[in-house]
Every structure is written in C-alpha cells, then in structure tokens.
C-alpha cells in the first residue's frame, strides 16, 4: 500500500526516482538534502516508500501520543522523550542495533539555512555501525532518490568532505535556505 501511496503521490506533483536496487539494506541512516521546505517531508517520505524502503523518523513522543499518535507511527515516526534526558543519538543507534531500521535525518535539523549541518546521522551511523545513504531532492528537475551510499571511514572529515561533494550537485526549493557547507 504504501509503494502505491508513494508512487502516487510522486505522479501527481511531476516527481521522478532515482534508486539503486544495490541500496535494498535492512539497517542504515538516510541523510536527506538539502531541506528547505516543509514539502520536503512529502516528497522523501513518498519517495522512500515507492523504493520500498520502510523509514522511520524521530520526532516529540508527545505526537506519537497524542490522540493522532497512530497517525504519526503509520507515517514512521518513533517517539523520543527528550525532556528525560533521552540522547537521541544513543536511543536511534541502539533501536538500529534490535531491530531492522532504517531512519532518515534531515542534514541541517531545520529547513532555514544554517552555518553548518548537524552531525547527529553520522554519529547514529557510527555508532550503530551502519551506512549512511545519500538520499536528495532536487526541485529544478523534480527528481528524488538516493544512488550513493556510505561506509564510513575513521576519518570523519573525510567522510564530511565526501558527502558534502556529493550534495553539491543537488538544489533545494528555496536555495537561499541550503548551505552546502556543512562542516
């Protein structure tokens, strides 16, 4: 059902995949970019679910509950109580390491532009010892997707430089919003 829901979704707004079948993993952090736009979330979670690709995300768990909180887990959401300490860094690695998840991570946290991105997708993926899967939307050629994925190395700023590089080539809704340096 929700391959059909993402599929339909992308049809009608014009919107194209970009996927390799190579990136069918069971465990892993998709990063998404740029995000500049509440469309953002629309769109990448349609594209996730047309590839087949079950992702969850972290939000408050006073949405997930909320009256509406079976809404919010249908779409992916895994609550966090963060007003108890909660790392989300440690809480996201460790749900990765029971289960088979797979979470995406918006790159800057916000879709307003800032001076450099959060790092927290890295640290989940290190920690849980997973990849880190390039996810992107671009709105000039309305296509979305991921064709890279990352195995990181001990080298965190090597890592950084090649996902920033591979962002290079990707434009937001709002350009204005994405900074592309992000580290």
Do not use: C
């Not at 959401?77 to 390491?97: P, S, W």
């Not at 307003?112 to 992107?136: M, S």
Request: glycine share 8%; charged share 25%.
């Amino acid at each position: 059902m929700k391959k059909k829901t993402g599929s339909f979704v992308l049809r009608l707004f014009g919107w194209t995949t970009d996927y390799k079948e190579e990136f069918s993993i069971k465990k892993g952090v998709v990063l998404a970019a740029p995000h500049t736009s509440n469309w953002d979330f629309l769109f990448a979670l349609a594209t996730f679910w047309k590839m087949g690709i079950n992702v969850k995300f972290l939000i408050k768990d006073s949405y997930t509950k909320s009256l509406f909180g079976f809404f919010f887990k249908a779409l992916g959401a895994v609550g966090v109580d963060r007003e108890n300490g909660k790392n989300m860094v440690d809480f996201a690695a460790e749900l990765i390491q029971k289960k088979d998840i797979i979470f995406i991570v918006p790159a800057e946290g916000t879709r307003k532009r800032v001076e450099k991105w959060k790092t927290g997708f890295y640290h989940i993926a290190k920690k849980a010892n997973v990849p880190v899967l390039l996810g992107y939307l671009d709105y000039p050629s309305k296509t979305s997707g991921i064709n890279k994925i990352i195995y990181l190395t001990d080298s965190f700023e090597n890592d950084m430089k090649e996902i920033q590089t591979y962002y290079l080539k990707y434009t937001g809704k709002y350009p204005m919003n994405y900074n592309p340096s992000i580290y």
